[in-house]
């Protein structure tokens, strides 16, 4: 038996908030420039865990697992996202997002070479 959640008004905010970006970013340069705001917030949160872990040494193994557990989550979820056409932003903002933490883990990754 499948619960479906209760509409909350948090929920019903959130929903509201995701279509009007939607409707927002219906103009291709509005959409650009909100890729390219997650791309470069993906690749400061990728950097800073790549200079965090170099720092402290001990947590190179959780930092990452963390990192490619965060990736796959967002894999997952754009697997989902795919089927359902009018939620394309999302998959816009994942894709952008995983594009910047790999680049922010990659540079990371030549500095400590």
């Known amino acids: 038996m499948v619960f479906k959640p209760q509409k909350t008004k948090f929920q019903l905010l959130v929903i509201q908030n995701f279509k009007s970006l939607s409707q927002w970013a219906v103009n291709p340069w509005r959409r650009y420039s909100l890729a390219l705001t997650v791309i470069l917030t993906g690749y400061f949160f990728g950097s800073s865990l790549g ?60 500095k400590l070479l």
Not at 58 to 85: N, T, Y
Not at 92 to 107: A, W
Request: glycine share 4%; hydrophobic share 60%.
């Open 51 to 110: 200079m965090i872990s170099a720092v402290v040494e001990l947590i190179d193994p959780v930092g990452a697992f963390l990192a490619v557990f965060f990736i796959e989550v967002l894999i997952q979820f754009r697997r989902r996202l795919l089927s359902d056409k009018r939620k394309k932003i999302l998959v816009l903002l994942i894709d952008s997002l995983r594009i910047g933490l790999f680049y922010g883990f990659f540079t990371e990754s030549l």
